[in-house]
């Protein structure tokens, strides 16, 4: 199994999230990416947009499958990965770094405190 970094916050849904600055960027764990399989598209919301935390705020198509992306937390994106629309193979090689999806710019940073951390997700992907 995978070890995750200490330094992200975890949801159920198999999402990350790191502190940059006074908004979090998003991406999906290597949990993910492995039942995933190869990524082929990412579509993603636009700068701008709001999200909604447990809404649905993009895909993953992959070899395998479509998959649903969750907001973490409610917010405003203020950066879009657009990297991702020529390389969404950075998805698979480096899912913590170049493969980041979004940053959020939370509208309530406490929801973060609901999140799992490291221990937590370890635990809840061995459960799977």
Known sequence: ?????????YTH??????????????GITQFAV???GDITLVDLPKEGDQVTKGQRFGTV??????????APVSGRVTAVNAAL????ESVNSEPYGKGWMIEIEP??????????DAAAYTQ????Q
């Open 61 to 70: 198509e992959s070899v395998k499958s479509v998959s649903d992306l969750y």
């Open 107 to 116: 509208n309530d940073k406490s929801e973060t405190d609901e999140l799992l």
């Open 13 to 26: 849904d198999h999402e990350w999230l790191r502190a940059q600055g006074t908004a979090w960027r998003v």
């Open 85 to 88: 629309k020529d390389a969404p």
């Open 34 to 36: 492995d039942a995933l």
């Open 1 to 9: 199994m995978s070890t995750f970094p200490a330094d992200l916050r």
């Open 124 to 127: 809840h992907v061995a459960s």
